[in-house]
């Protein structure tokens, strides 16, 4: 996860936020911003499932998929 500050700014009667090249979006991409609080969700408006399933695909592979062992379960009175 890369994590990133700046600053707020005024832009005519707008205040904006620069997004640092390591968290930019590129150009002219229309996003979405969602507010809970004080905090702010930003993401792009148009994803198509395709893209979504590519960005999956860039995420980093587990090491190792813990197993666990077979066990088999006691019978409880009363269930």
């Not at 507010?35 to 893209?51: L, Q």
């Amino acid at each position: 996860m890369t994590v990133v500050r700046t600053r707020t700014f005024r832009s005519g009667n707008s205040q904006a936020v620069r997004l640092p090249k390591d968290v930019a979006f590129g150009d002219d991409v229309e996003l979405v911003i969602v507010r809970s609080g004080d905090v702010m969700t930003i993401y792009p408006a148009e994803t198509t499932i395709a893209e979504m399933i590519d960005r999956l695909r860039t995420l980093p592979a587990p090491p190792d998929i813990e197993r666990r062992d077979d066990e088999d379960l006691p019978e409880r009175e009363g269930l």
